[in-house]
């Protein structure tokens, strides 16, 4: 028992002197398990802080994306900023211009009384111009009557000519009526200067189709009303079956019904002395437009065309339909002189001396008979066999309309030319953009 109680004394002895080393141990227990205490109350405040950090991360990724954007804002900020400065500079200078503005419009508001006053003047001048132009055309009266008495019955022994022709069209027309009509077998077709093509008028002369004014004359109408109603039955047989024989015989006819057209639109205008009356304009203008015209039909007889116009491009005093049928007729005499080809020199020059507007056509064709330029400008008088001689004297009769003179001559080598000489337009007179309407 005594040895026991010492072994209990001995053990008591050491469990107490490891009193102080576990009480130290236990402070630092209750010290670890107060640190961890406080560090576990944090907890939500740090995950608070976690979270407001993430957010914070995110927000700066999405800032960092719109890096460029904001960049090309600014950019543009800058640039406005810079326009801005140097719309800004020119205030001063904008400001000085409104001010002189204001000054001359105030100088033309006090000129507007005198301005009108000169225009109403000018409107008045002109009003006497025209009414002396209008006595002097009045007086001209009797002489048109006489001239007209012997221009009509001209017309009369035409209008017979012309008769006839239908005659021969209307028979050829019931000729291609009849089935099996055409040519016999290897018989050659008949030649022409003018082919008619029901679709359009490729490969012959182009038309003859200005605006004229109404003929007084009821037989002129008549005769061109025949001429449609048998140009109308033309074009109802191209409709039907025909063979190439029978379709060139009605080519033929419709070419000769075309030319009956264009004879009485000559012989219209070759008898209305009631016409438009000149005005300023561009030769060049009117030139050009013809030549467009004719240019293929000439080109495919192997004419070439030579321009030689002077500039700045001479104005004359001229009526645009008219012009058109001056035109019409000097360009299809040269086209009907060079059958085999040739050359068409059209000139166009204001003359130094007298300030007149020329207009020269010369061609290297068989040139004018005689008996045609001893009769200039006598109409119906031609050495071409089944032509009129209508055509140099319609030109210059209505080139006289306007003051102005044609002069035909043949070359002394080969061909002939016609000079056109026209009265110069006013100086001071706008040219217009697009001429006048041929």
């Given amino acids: 028992q005594l040895k026991q ?12 002197a490891r009193v102080p080393e576990l009480e130290a141990q236990l402070k630092q227990a209750r010290q670890a398990a107060a640190e961890s ?41 800058r640039q406005a900023a810079a326009e801005s400065a140097g719309q800004a500079a020119r205030v001063p200078e904008l400001e000085t211009r409104l001010e002189q503005a204001r000054r001359e419009a105030a100088a033309a508001a006090a000129a507007v009384d005198g301005a009108r006053i000169e225009a109403l003047e000018k409107q008045l001048k002109q009003a006497g111009e025209s009414a002396a132009a209008l006595a002097a055309r009045t007086a ?17 022994a035409t209008v017979a000519a012309l008769q006839a022709e239908l005659g021969r069209a209307q028979a050829r027309i019931e000729e ?10 290897g018989q050659p077709l008949p030649d022409t200067t003018r082919t008619a093509d029901f679709s359009g008028a490729a490969g012959g002369i182009p038309p003859l189709e200005p605006a004229l004014e109404a003929s007084w004359t009821k037989i002129l109408e008549f005769m061109r009303g025949i001429l449609e109603t048998s140009y109308a039955h033309l074009r109802k047989l191209s409709a039907m079956s025909l063979s190439d024989a029978q379709r060139a015989r009605l080519k033929l006819a419709a070419g000769t019904l075309a030319q009956g057209k ?7 205008s070759f008898l209305d002395e009631a016409a438009a009356p000149a005005v300023p304009g561009g030769l060049e203008n009117a030139l050009t437009a013809a030549l467009a015209k004719w240019e293929p039909a000439l ?60 207009l020269a056509l010369g061609d ?12 200039l400008p006598e109409a119906f008088v031609s050495g071409k066999p089944g032509h009129l001689g209508l055509g140099l004297a319609l030109a210059s009769r209505i080139l006289g309309r306007w003051g102005a003179s044609l002069e035909a001559a043949n070359n002394e080598g080969a061909g002939a030319t016609v000079t056109l000489r026209f009265a110069a337009g006013p100086p001071d007179a706008p040219l217009p953009s697009d001429g006048p309407s041929v």
């Fill in 5 to 16: 109680a010492r072994q209990d004394a001995a053990e008591s002895a050491g469990q107490a």
């Fill in 37 to 77: 205490a406080a560090r576990a109350a944090r907890v939500p405040e740090l995950e608070a802080q976690l979270k407001q950090a993430r957010q914070a991360v995110a927000e700066s990724a999405a800032r960092a994306t719109r890096v460029p954007e904001l960049e090309a804002q600014l950019k543009q900020a």
């Fill in 140 to 156: 001209q009266i009797p002489a048109l009557e006489g001239r007209l008495r012997d221009v009509w019955d001209k017309a009369q």
């Fill in 176 to 185: 291609l009526s009849r089935p099996g009509a055409g040519p016999a077998a």
């Fill in 262 to 268: 264009d004879t009485i639109a000559a012989l219209n």
């Fill in 299 to 358: 080109r495919k007889r192997g004419i070439g065309i030579v321009r030689r116009f002077e500039a700045p491009p001479p104005r004359a005093l001229f009526q645009a339909e008219g012009m058109q049928l001056v035109l019409y007729q000097l360009l299809r005499n040269a086209h009907e002189s060079m059958p085999g080809g040739g050359s068409l020199t059209v000139r166009l020059w204001k003359d130094a001396a007298t300030g007149a507007a020329c």
């Fill in 364 to 375: 290297t064709g068989c040139g004018f008979k005689r008996e045609a330029l001893d009769a």
